[in-house]
């Protein structure tokens, strides 16, 4: 069974506000919880074809598809994201592995 992964572009206004909220030390503990672990946190993004320029990037890895809409959608994940919602604005998007 095919890996699903968990792509986050985040805009983050105040860049030390959100690392002194809490917010990553809690989507870390829910991220492994589920699963789930880094692939990348952050990775310096630069845009080498198209328009606009992504904030931060992360991209988590689950054991499927379904772990990472599991957990993006779960009760446990889900103070942390109403934090980050709070100081950040973001796309998830939520991609199926090849085997």
């Known amino acids: 069974m095919p890996k699903g992964y968990l792509v986050v572009e985040v805009d983050i206004p105040d860049l030390e506000a959100y690392r ?3 917010y990553m030390q809690m989507a870390e503990a829910s991220i492994a ?3 789930g672990k880094y692939i990348v ?3 310096d993004p630069a845009v080498i074809e198209g328009t606009g320029a ?3 990037v992360v991209v988590l890895e689950f054991p499927t598809r379904e772990a990472a ?3 993006h959608a779960s009760e446990d994940y889900a103070p942390a994201l109403k934090l980050r919602n709070s100081l950040s604005t973001a796309r998830n998007i939520v991609l199926t592995g090849t085997e």
């Open 41 to 43: 946190r952050g990775g």
């Open 33 to 35: 919880r589920h699963g």
């Open 20 to 22: 002194a909220s809490g």
């Open 69 to 71: 809409e599991r957990f």
């Open 54 to 56: 992504p904030g931060r």
